[in-house]
């Protein structure tokens, strides 16, 4: 049976990306315009996932976000905003957030985390992910492809493993700083060209088949098709 | 001393003032003096010759000439008084003249005879040798037997000359002394008066955009002084608001942007990753992508500083290691400076404790990394020194890239400063990094300064105070 999502979002266009994007992955997903139909409609059906705006015609986010938790301790609850306060997200998470993100994001991003909500524990419980001819083992960090192995630093290993968690996935610049990096290095994002292209001269370079796929102005992926 | 400042004009005025005051009452009091003394002398002669002439004259058919002159030697004895009596007949006789003074002050042959005059009483100031003048008081006498005497009392005028030179002669100390005394006690006044104003200086100089809710403070006296520092207070206030606006503008107006550049970004992802679309239509999309991207950076970063203007640094405050910090941060970015054929040397002191955010101190050291390997040629050097000096920790990032001209140096840490226009697309930055690395340094208590020459490099360094907090066991 399909996962149900309930997103609540005044802007009618963002509803219109975010509720397009799930629903090619397979979701079920129902729109409320405003806070007061956004609680009625968390209220009324056991929704598997909540996308809650914080800015909201009648009923504030926040005040949703309450009255959910109030009733239902279970739903996960993922708070989009287009503030990115250190103050805000603290009381959000008080207030029994699950995951934050700010405006504007990556529809990739907003998807990864809504899958890692929904999973319930982690996806790929394997400790070894495969994508094509390579092998990344999470336990011993090792990287093998074709049955070589590749000698890796610690940050091209991290920035491997990360694209590897979510094959076929396109991950923004912004989404790899602040998952191998950190807010630190944000608006720095030369530094992940860099390390990609370190990171193609080992894995890619001596393979026919190129795993690692740019996305112009997205980002990144790996892929088993291999970049065109 | 300054001879426009307000105090010495003041002072200036005051003593000017006086002193031709002074001058005034001197020169009138002088001549006043003079005139009162020679008249009060006059007086006194004339009356001592109508003596001779009422109690002697009168009777002179009767007791003879001869007579009157030695009456008139025994009364006044004018020898020993330093006086000068004649009486002469109409006809020129001299029935009597006094001798030479004892003194020998002036000598009576050189009193000339007076012009005659019509009047009964009159007198002549005489010079006589030595610069000594003479005061004569003359009365005319017609005697029962009609002969017409004339009786010359003089004496001389050096003692009232004495007295005048001597009162003069004060003065002229006095004068000068008195004027120094009010212009120094002018200027101790006026300071005094101008104390308030230093005052209000001191507290106007503590005001800067981040303590502008603060306010003067107000003599409560009534005057000029009062008003101005509530018009001072008034101005502050406006100030504020008007800062407070523009930083209230940057906070909406990077927030309003959030929305309509989700929507940007959303829809033209899902055609980029379209792969039916023909494939020049895609890389125009990322194209456009990209730049959707440089937005969302500007936005994020006015915000950042929308929100470090606002204090939010504050909220993860801890002790840390900055040396650590550093030496991480060049680590991490080694690859980035590598890629272009730099080298960061990095030289830290073993501890360096300071307190803050962390996250964003190492926003510092990554915009400045950034920056000096952004601007520094093939094979060049950028060295990250962190130390201890004089209480302060000193975070240096040098480089011996291109440099910064002079005229754009004050306006490096502006927001959206460029030195050279010409470089505004290469990097996808808006220039906006080195005014977060000014933001972040004011919200801990930090400078940056930044020495740079065209063509040998810069120097950016930050001071930062050192944690007071004992090293945790």
């Known amino acids: 049976m399909a996962m149900r999502i309930l997103l609540v979002e005044d802007e009618r266009k963002v509803a219109d990306i975010i509720a397009r994007g799930l629903k090619a992955e397979r979701f079920a997903v129902d729109v409320a315009q405003d806070g007061q139909g956004g609680w009625e409609m968390a209220d009324a059906y056991n929704y598997d996932l909540v996308i809650l705006d914080l800015m909201l015609p009648g009923l504030s986010g926040t005040e949703i976000l309450q009255r959910i938790r109030r009733k239902n301790q279970e739903v996960p609850i993922l708070i989009l905003t287009a503030r990115n306060g250190m103050a805000d997200k603290i009381k959000n998470f008080e207030a029994g957030a699950d995951d934050y993100l700010t405006k504007p994001f990556a529809f990739a991003e ?86 990609v292209r370190h990171l193609r001269e080992k894995l890619d370079d001596p393979h026919p088949v190129k795993l690692i796929r740019t996305v112009r102005g997205v980002g990144y992926c790996l892929t088993e098709g291999g970049q065109p | 001393m300054n001879t426009r400042s307000i105090r010495f004009r003041l002072v200036m005025w005051y003593a000017g003032l006086l002193a031709g005051v002074f001058f005034l009452l001197v020169v009138l009091l002088y001549f006043n003096l003079r005139h009162f003394l020679e008249n009060d002398q006059r007086a006194s002669e004339a009356r001592r010759a109508r003596q001779i002439t009422q109690a002697l004259l009168v009777h002179v058919k009767q007791t003879g000439e001869a007579y009157v002159a030695s009456q008139v030697k025994d009364w006044f004895e004018p020898e020993i008084n330093g006086r000068f009596i004649r009486i002469t007949r109409a006809d020129g006789g001299v029935i009597y003249e006094s001798g030479p003074p004892k003194d020998g002050s002036f000598n009576p042959q050189e009193v000339p005879a007076l012009t005659p005059s019509a009047q009964a009483e009159f007198s002549r100031k005489l010079a006589l040798s030595g610069g000594k003048t003479m005061l004569v008081s003359a009365l005319n006498f017609q005697s029962s037997d009609h002969i017409g005497y004339r009786v010359e009392f003089g004496e001389l005028l050096d003692p009232v000359e004495a007295m005048l030179n001597h009162l003069f002669l004060q003065l002229a100390w006095g004068l000068p002394i008195a004027v120094l005394a009010v212009a120094v006690g002018g200027y101790l006044l006026v300071q005094r008066a101008l104390q308030p104003v230093a005052q209000i200086t001191c507290s106007a100089e503590q005001i800067s955009q981040h303590n502008l809710s603060e306010r003067l403070p107000v003599t409560r006296t009534g005057d000029e002084l009062e008003r101005l520092s509530h018009s001072l207070n008034r101005m502050i206030g406006r100030l504020d608001d008007a800062f407070q606006n523009s930083k209230r503008f940057v906070a909406d107006a990077s927030h309003e942007l959030r929305t309509p550049l989700t929507i940007l970004r959303g829809e033209l992802e899902d055609l980029a990753e379209n792969q039916r679309l023909d494939p020049d239509l895609r890389s125009r999309l990322g194209s456009l992508l990209e730049e959707v991207e440089r937005l969302g950076k500007i936005v994020e970063q006015l915000f950042a500083l929308s929100h470090l203007d606002a204090g939010e640094a504050q909220t993860e405050w801890a002790r840390f290691d900055l040396a650590t910090l550093a030496k991480t941060t060049a680590e991490q970015m080694s690859l980035l400076a590598e890629d272009k054929g730099l080298h960061i040397v990095c030289h830290a002191d073993r501890k360096v404790p300071v307190e803050g955010d962390r996250s964003r ?36 990032v040098a480089d011996d890239g291109i440099g910064i001209p002079p005229d754009a140096l004050p306006h490096v840490f502006e927001r959206f400063y460029r030195a050279d226009p010409s470089r505004s697309g290469d990097s996808g930055s808006a220039g906006l990094g080195l005014a977060i690395v000014k933001s972040i340094c004011t919200a801990h208590g930090a400078e940056v300064e930044v020495q740079s020459t065209v063509g040998g490099g810069s120097r950016f360094q930050v001071r930062l105070p050192l944690s007071r907090q004992p090293d945790s066991p």
């Open chain 2, 361 to 396: 101190l190492k926003q510092v050291v990554v915009n400045l990394l950034d920056n000096a390997i952004k601007y520094t040629p093939v094979h060049g050097t950028v060295q990250l020194n962190v130390r201890t000096i004089n209480g302060h920790a000193l975070l240096e």
């Open chain 1, 110 to 195: 907003l998807l990864v985390r809504v899958k890692a909500l929904l999973r319930r524990g982690p996806v790929n419980r394997s400790s070894v992910l495969r994508v094509g001819d390579l092998e990344v083992d999470r336990l011993s960090q090792q990287v093998r492809r074709a049955g070589r192995r590749i000698e890796l630093t610690a940050k091209e290993y991290a920035l491997l493993e990360y694209l590897a968690t979510h094959p076929d996935r396109v991950f923004s610049r912004t989404m790899i700083i602040e998952h191998v990096w950190d807010q630190s290095f944000e608006g720095l994002t030369n530094i992940v060209d860099v390390y």
